[in-house]
């Protein structure tokens, strides 16, 4: 799912979320001969955006003109049109790989992982991956979130924390933008332990996130037995980006993809949909990008970012740690 007019949002000129983004990803599937059929989604209707966000909020994007959601996150009066076909982009795809049992991508921007239900901010404005989640629970009794972003999704964790058919698990850096994701935060009421945080501190790279993925992520899916899986996919959480201090190459990037494949292979009926997240240093993000992609079809392509600089011992306390907690919940 790629809708082209995703390009034509722009936060604030010279921002890192930049329409250069999709067009570095776009060029880079070009180049591998990868683009060769995209869909142009519809974009989602109020009564879908509604399904996670309060009206209130909806309005409030709608008409808000000209000003700023947070610092970084400013509104103009197209945002509206534009978070809305961004979560069509997500809804499009939860969709298609729910009907094909094939692994889907959405191509998309802006980003939506931190607006809650009332709220936006760091650079989002809609949950494009909640809203495909809800979607997707009209049809499906559990849904799993697989969020790799390098920031705490907080807007997904707050729509879900108290909801037992949605599992969320994200691995971020802990102590940057938005603050949140603690290991101990577990979600709420019937919630609890359906919110799986994995809170790793800098320079945590590929064997870590390995680590994490076979001894919390898979273990925790495989008892939840999601019937779709859908990803946060942020590309930001790579050694090459500037926003971050985490340490994924594009190689761990890739086989956090064919592991995630894998499991919804083998739990989920092979229904999985990426969704596009954050991700700024656009060479390292197209490569990562195509390189899930390619996966689809079981193909791998050439890396150039791939020198993985990683603390497993660092890693492996944190995973020691969510184990630990999470533990009372699951059987780990
Ligand atoms: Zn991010």
Redesign the pocket.
């Given at each position: 799912m790629y809708p082209p007019d995703c390009v034509r949002h722009v936060n604030l000129p010279g921002h890192v979320e930049s329409p250069q983004r999709i067009e570095a990803i776009v060029q880079k599937l070009d180049a591998l001969h990868l683009l060769k059929d995209y869909v142009v989604p519809e974009p989602a209707s109020r009564r879908q955006i509604e399904s996670v966000h309060a009206a209130s909020y909806v309005d409030l994007v709608e008409g808000f003109g000209e000003g700023f959601l947070d610092p970084d996150t400013a509104i103009h009066p197209e945002t509206y049109g534009f978070a809305r076909l961004a979560a069509g982009g997500a809804l499009a795809a939860a969709l298609a790989c729910a009907e094909a049992g094939r692994p889907a991508l959405a191509l998309v921007r802006p980003?939506g992982?931190h607006a809650g239900p009332d709220h936006g901010g760091?650079f989002c404005y809609f949950n494009n991956v909640a809203i495909a989640a809800k979607a997707l629970l009209q049809r499906l009794p559990r849904v799993a979130i697989l969020d790799f972003?390098?920031?705490h999704g907080n807007g997904t964790e707050e729509i879900f924390t108290a909801s037992r058919d949605v599992l969320y698990v994200s691995t971020?850096q802990y102590g940057i933008?938005p603050g949140t994701g603690a290991a101990e935060s577990v979600g709420e009421g019937r919630g609890a332990g359906f919110t799986v945080n994995v809170p790793f501190p800098a320079r945590i790279g590929d064997a870590s996130f390995d680590l994490a993925f076979r001894e919390v992520v898979e273990p925790i899916v495989r008892q939840f037995l999601p019937e779709a899986i859908l990803v946060s996919l942020?590309g930001?959480?790579h050694y090459k980006d500037p926003?971050?201090h985490l340490s994924l190459s594009s190689k761990g990037y890739a086989a956090l993809a064919e592991q995630t494949l894998a499991l919804a292979k083998s739990v989920a009926h092979g229904r999985v949909a990426f969704v596009l997240?954050?991700?700024y240093h656009l060479p390292a993000l197209a490569e990562v990008v195509a390189a899930t992609y390619a996966l689809f079809r079981g193909e791998s392509i050439h890396l150039q970012f791939k020198e993985g600089r990683d603390s497993v011992e660092k890693g492996k306390a944190v995973v020691e740690r969510v184990k630990a907690v999470q533990g009372e919940y699951w059987d780990l």
């Open positions: 980003p992982h760091g972003d390098a920031h971020h933008y942020g930001d959480a926003l971050t997240e954050g991700g």
